[in-house]
Structure formats: C-alpha cells, structure tokens
C-alpha cells in the first residue's frame, strides 16, 4: 500500500520538480513550462540533492558523505547531472533546522537528512513533507517506542506515514553484540587477572542516539548470555569524540590502575584517544588490557592488525552511503520506496 502511494507520489513531485524531464525519456520540448528550481536543458536534466550532516567534526561521517558526494558523480551520465550540497550542522539542531528551510527554498529535489537531534525529527520531517520533497534520514534513527518505554522496531510514525520518507542505518545491536563477541572468543574471555569476571571501563557516545545506548547495552549483554561475569568499573560519556575518549580512558586508568582489563568504546573516534592514554599510562593492548571500538577507520583496522587494538566491528560508511543515495535516485525516477534500508556491520579482529 505504501510502496503503491510512494510511487503515485514521487511521480506527482517528478511533475513540479526542475528534473521531471528525467523520467520515461521525456524532455521538456520548446513551450513547455520548466520545471521549477533547478536547470534543465533539453539534453541535460540536473537533480539539486540537499545534504544536511549532523557535524563535518565526525570521522566516521566524513567518511560517509565523502562518499554520498562520490558515488552520486558515478552515477551521472550525459544527461543526468546531481548538483549535491552538503551542508553542516554542526552539532546544533537549530542551525540545522535553517539549513533545511533553505534546502526546502532552494527547491531541492531530494533532501538526505542526518539529524542533529532524533528528538527534533517530526518538526523537520513535516517541514520536508509538506514542501513534497522525498526525505532519507541517515545515521541516526528516529524511534518508537511502546507505552513501557522500549523501543519498536522500524515502527516511527513520521517515517510509516509518510510514502516519500525513509530511514537508511544499520541496527546498532549487532554492532555492540560483535564486540562482546570479540572479547569472549579471547583466550582468556578479557578475564586478564583471572578473578572469575570481565572488570570494563564503557565509553559512550552521544547517549541520545541509539547508536551508543543500543552499543552499550549489546556489549556486555553478549558476555553476560555467553556465561561471562562481568564487572563496570565506570560508564562515561565521551560523546563520540576522540579527546573525550582519552580524557575518560586516562582517568578510569589512573582511578583503577590494573583492575581495568576492558575498555569498551561506542566508536573508533574514542577508542584512538582511549589507546594513546593506554600507551600514556604504560600498558599494552594484548598482554595486560583489551580495547575496543565500532566503525573501522581505516587507522584502527591498521591497529587491530598490529594489536593495538583488540577489534573493531565495521560500521558500513560506503554501503550506507550507497544506499541512501540509491534511494535517493529511486525516489527521483519516481519509483516506490520502502520505510526503512538496513546495512550490516562486519567483526574485524587480527
Ligand atoms: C558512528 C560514530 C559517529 C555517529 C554519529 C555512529 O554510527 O559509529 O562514529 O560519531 O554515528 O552519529
């Protein structure tokens, strides 16, 4: 049903779009009112691709819109261009709330959304609808929940009830699953001073994402399933950032000296400030401490293959980013699109 009204819609929107001429090979001939926002000439029809990332202060979304803007350049051919902007939020909903109105002045032909704040994600979802311009949201997931407070699988309402709306992402919970795993195929299970329990130190995201809350949970709930004792030292907020990591890292290490056998990061960002405070603090991954992130920047891949880190769980930056561009062009040819796209993560260890 949706699927049938995302199409009915798409091809309305491609009728008042600058690139309507795209689809089913016409071409705006001679009279022909043009479309209105973008350029189209009779043998080039250009789509105006709004981008509006949380932050360009994120390695691992610097990645992922580098290549959003370089795939949509492999998709284009003699007559089909994308003019992409890619704009940035910088952490703060209300600049990205002015970015997204001008996106919708501009006339864009497709927004891709990654929200400052999921909270803010009705008011900005609404404003995109109602302008009838086909809306990705990226990376960070908009949730439902039940009336106990847990969390609906793909169950948003603004995402179900809007055809031209969906969600590209990746489901967090493998993410942290993986990186229990990791630790409990250990020989030792983390179990460095053979106390009988896993003594961690949790490094956390943005905990309003449910990136870091679904990491932080699946984590440790992989050890506790295998069987494994477990011990939190300290639990922390570093907000996905590398100086906060190793600011975190550096005091649990002086707070719990040798009791700290695990540190667990939301992120690779946090878990390379986590691993220069090791080295600052004398200690070596592999032998008398563990470490672990999620995203695997290419840096850290390099380090799990030295040891010095002990895993790292893919976090699919090129296939979330196709993707979501996929979708993107989908929704231009008018086609119908689904609510929600997801993209495994990969375990990397040595
Ligand atoms: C990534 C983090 C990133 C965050 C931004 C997460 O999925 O793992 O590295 O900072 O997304 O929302």
Redesign the pocket.
């Known amino acids: 049903m949706k699927k049938f009204f995302a199409s009915l819609l798409a091809v309305a929107m491609l009728a008042g779009c600058s690139s309507g001429s795209a689809s089913g090979g016409e071409k705006p001939s001679g009279g022909e009112a043009a479309p209105s926002g973008g350029e189209t000439s009779s043998d080039v029809t250009t789509y105006d691709v709004g981008v509006a990332i949380?932050q360009f202060n994120?390695?691992?979304?610097t990645l992922y819109r580098n290549e959003i803007e370089a795939y949509f350049k492999t998709l284009e051919t003699d007559s089909v261009k994308y003019n992409v902007t890619i704009v940035d939020g910088k952490n703060d909903m209300a600049e990205q709330t002015n970015q997204v109105n001008t996106f919708i002045t501009q006339g864009m032909d497709v927004i891709i959304l990654?929200l400052v704040q999921t909270s803010s994600a009705d008011a900005l979802i609404q404003k995109v609808v109602d302008a009838e311009i086909p809306l990705v949201l990226i990376?960070?997931e908009p949730l439902a929940y039940d009336k106990d407070g847990n969390t609906i699988d793909e169950a948003y309402e603004g995402i179900l009830n809007n055809a031209a709306v969906c969600y590209v992402g990746?489901d967090?919970r493998q993410s942290g699953t993986f990186q229990g795993e990791i630790v409990a195929e250990l020989p030792d299970h983390g179990d460095i001073n053979g106390d009988g329990k896993i003594s961690y130190v949790m490094i956390e995201?943005?905990p309003e994402?449910i990136?870091a809350q679904y990491r932080t949970e699946f984590s440790i709930k992989a050890l506790t399933d295998a069987g494994y004792e477990v011990d939190c030292l300290t639990d922390q907020v570093g907000n996905?950032d590398q100086t906060n990591g190793q600011t975190i890292a550096a005091n649990a290490l002086s707070q719990y000296g040798e009791d700290v056998e695990v540190i667990f990061c939301?992120?690779?960002?946090m878990a390379l400030g986590a691993a220069a405070a090791i080295t600052a603090a004398g200690r070596t991954v592999g032998e008398d401490i563990y470490l672990l992130g999620?995203?695997a920047l290419d840096e850290c891949v390099e380090m799990v293959n030295n040891g010095t880190m002990t895993g790292t769980v893919l976090?699919d930056a090129v296939g979330q980013s196709h993707t979501a561009v996929d979708v993107a062009v989908k929704a231009l040819n008018g086609e119908a699109i689904d609510n929600y796209y997801w993209v495994d993560y990969v375990k990397v260890t040595k």
Do not use: I, K, L, T
Request: no cysteine; net charge negative.
């Open positions: 949380y994120d390695n691992f979304m990654n990376n960070r990746a967090a995201g943005d994402n990136d996905w939301n992120n690779d960002a999620v995203d976090n």
